[in-house]
């Protein structure tokens, strides 16, 4: 099945700061790449996702890239903001589930110093 | 309108005691997830209901695990005889159509906690 590993398990920036969070998976032929934002003691919320067909989307501060020949693909935040702070969580869908469920990685720590 | 709600919020019970967790998705979803989630540890996939198809039990650790889902709406997750290690956050989700490529709400969780 799929395997998705997520790099670093925590991250600390001063607010401002750009922070660059990477994933890797291992079915090459996954194709929907979602990202998760869990604040502490809240639920996950999806924050962005891109699909194969596609290498980076953007909305406002946050940007994924994708590389599916390295299969691996990141989170980008600009401008980091004391409110960024919370648990990061990758995740990628193939056809080993029949694209009907995610695979997650571990998630990264985000901490945002004002 | 209303998100996915889970009860309880808070389970404390004694090692090898039988546990109910009760989800009840947003209205009209047709997908249902169950997840683990332990202290440094991503989301573990349990289960997974789609409409009136069989469930995917293929993240389901033992056979003390089992859930179902009644009507295609609410479900219930039951762990017998409860051990330690099965002490976590259990998160439930549901999305709109099949899942596939679409995103998955989720619910506060329950609090797992196994003495």
């Known amino acids: 099945g799929e395997n998705v590993e997520q790099h670093p398990s925590t991250l600390s920036v001063q607010e401002g700061d750009s922070a660059v969070i990477k994933c890797t998976y291992s079915?090459?032929?996954?194709?929907?790449f979602p990202w998760y934002k869990q604040e502490l003691g809240k639920r996950p919320q999806l924050i962005i996702d891109i699909r194969s067909n596609v290498g980076e989307k953007k909305d406002q501060r946050i940007a994924v890239t994708l590389n599916k020949t390295a299969k691996h693909f990141s989170l980008h935040i600009t401008e980091t903001q004391p409110e960024d702070s919370a648990v990061y969580f990758c995740a990628a869908s193939g056809p080993a589930s029949g694209y009907s469920t995610l695979t997650f990685g571990k998630g990264t720590m985000l901490l945002v110093s004002p | 309108g209303a998100g996915v709600s889970q009860s309880p919020s808070n389970k404390v019970t004694e090692k090898g005691k039988d546990v109910e967790l009760r989800c009840d998705p947003i209205?009209?979803?047709?997908?249902l997830y169950w997840y683990r989630q332990s202290l440094g540890q991503g989301l573990e996939f349990l289960i997974y209901?789609?409409?009136?198809?069989?469930?995917?039990k293929s993240g389901l650790p033992s056979d003390r695990f089992s859930a179902e889902r009644t009507g295609g709406s609410v479900s219930t997750l039951t762990i017998q005889r409860t051990q330690q290690e099965d002490s976590a956050v259990y998160l439930c989700a549901s999305s709109p159509f099949s899942g596939r490529d679409n995103e998955q709400f989720f619910g506060p969780g329950t609090r797992l906690t196994v003495l």
């Open positions: 209901f789609q409409g009136n198809s069989a469930p995917d």
């Open positions: 209205s009209g979803h047709t997908a």
């Open positions: 079915d090459s032929a996954s194709n929907y």
